[in-house]
C-alpha cells in the first residue's frame, strides 16, 4: 500500500483574499484578518523543501502547537482563535516583526556546530570557553535570525537589529522578555514530561499596539529535546544525547552528502524511512503531551479538511 500524506492543498475559501504556500504551511487570507493555516506533511531541511511527505507530520505539529498555544495565553496573547482539523488551525491576522526569536538553554545544533569551528560569538552573544556539544549554557541566550521570504534566515545581534531598524528598542526587549518567559513555561511542560527543552524559536507580529505571539511554538520542527534521563550520564561519557527533533533527518541528509548547497540532491527516501520519521514525530507528541495519538483519516483527506474549514469561517 502506497505512503498517504496531505502534501498540498488549494481551495477557494469564501471571502479568500491571497494564498500562500510555505515551505510546510499552505495559509489563506480570509478578508483582512483572518488566517486559515494548513499544516501539511511536507518536511524541509536547510531551507530546502524534501520530495516526500512525512504520515501525520502536520498533525503532529498542528496539534501540539494548538496546545502550547492555549498553554502560554497567559505569558502574552496568541494568534489563533480556533483549530477545527488536526492539520488546520484558524487565527487573527498579525504584522510580523522581521525577526525569529530564537532561545538556548543547551549547545547544541547550529551553536554546537558554530562553537566547534572555533568561534566563541553567536549573534553578539559571546560563549564561554570549555563547553562540549549539548552542555548547559550558564543562562539561556536569544540568538535571533532574520525572516528571510525566500532563502537562508541568517543570524543577526540585537544590537544590529535595532541599528537597522527592524524592529524598534522599545518592541525588542517586550520580545526578549516575552521570549524568556514563553522558553521557561515550554522547559517546565517537558520537564514534567520527562524532556529538555533544549532550544526553541518563537515569532511575533503585532494586532494594532499589542504584542501577539504566532505560528506554532514548542513542535519538533521549532525546537530540539533531549530525554532528561540519563542526560548527564551521556554527557560525561561523551555519548549522543537521545533526542527527539528533527536533528535526526539532519543528520541523515548530511551523512548522505546534502546540506542545500548548490549542486547537491536529495537523496533517496524510501517508504522504511519516511515511516520512520513519522515514528519519531508521534513519539514526541506521545512524550510531549503524555497523551495517545490518533491518526487522522487520510481517505478522504482534503474534503474532510476542506468542510472542517467551512463549518468553522
Request: some cysteine; proline content about 4%.
Amino acid at each position: 500500500m502506497s505512503i498517504q500524506t496531505l502534501d498540498q492543498t488549494s481551495f477557494q475559501l469564501p471571502g479568500q483574499t491571497a494564498y500562500y504556500k510555505g515551505k510546510v504551511r499552505d495559509v489563506y487570507t480570509i478578508g483582512n484578518d483572518t488566517l486559515v493555516m494548513i499544516a501539511s506533511d511536507r518536511i524541509s531541511a536547510f531551507d530546502v523543501v524534501l520530495p516526500r511527505g512525512i504520515p501525520y507530520k502536520g498533525q503532529v505539529l498542528n496539534q501540539i502547537a494548538a496546545r502550547f498555544l492555549e498553554a502560554t495565553r497567559d505569558i502574552l496573547p496568541n494568534w489563533l482563535i480556533s483549530s477545527p482539523h488536526p492539520h488546520v488551525s484558524i487565527g487573527r491576522m498579525c504584522v510580523p516583526f522581521k525577526v525569529e526569536m530564537v532561545v538556548r538553554g543547551y549547545l547544541a545544533g547550529h551553536a554546537a556546530r558554530t562553537y566547534n569551528s572555533g568561534l566563541r560569538t553567536l549573534c553578539g552573544v559571546t560563549l564561554p570557553e570549555g563547553l562540549k556539544e549539548n552542555d548547559q549554557l550558564p543562562n539561556p541566550i536569544i540568538t535571533p535570525t532574520t525572516k528571510a521570504s525566500e532563502g537562508h534566515d541568517e543570524d543577526i545581534s540585537r544590537e544590529e537589529i535595532i541599528r537597522q531598524g527592524l524592529v524598534s528598542e522599545a518592541h525588542y526587549v517586550q520580545l526578549e522578555n516575552y521570549t524568556r518567559a514563553l522558553y521557561q513555561r515550554g522547559q517546565e511542560i517537558a520537564n514534567k514530561m520527562g524532556l529538555i527543552l533544549v532550544d526553541t524559536k518563537y515569532e511575533f507580529g503585532l494586532v494594532g499596539d499589542t504584542i501577539y505571539l504566532m505560528d506554532e511554538i514548542h513542535t519538533p520542527d521549532s525546537s530540539r529535546y533531549f530525554y532528561r534521563e540519563g542526560y548527564e550520564a551521556r554527557q560525561a561519557k561523551g555519548e549522543e544525547q537521545k533526542q527527539l527533533s528533527k536533528e535526526f533527518v539532519r543528520r541523515w541528509l548530511i551523512e548522505n552528502g546534502f546540506q542545500g548547497k548548490e549542486g547537491q540532491h536529495v537523496p533517496e527516501m524510501s517508504d522504511e524511512w519516511l515511516n520512520e520519521i513519522s515514528a519519531r514525530y508521534i513519539e514526541l507528541y506521545e512524550k510531549l503531551t503524555g497523551q495517545a495519538f490518533v491518526k487522522v483519516d487520510y481517505t478522504q483527506i482534503q474534503g474532510d479538511v476542506e468542510a472542517a474549514i467551512l463549518g468553522a469561517l
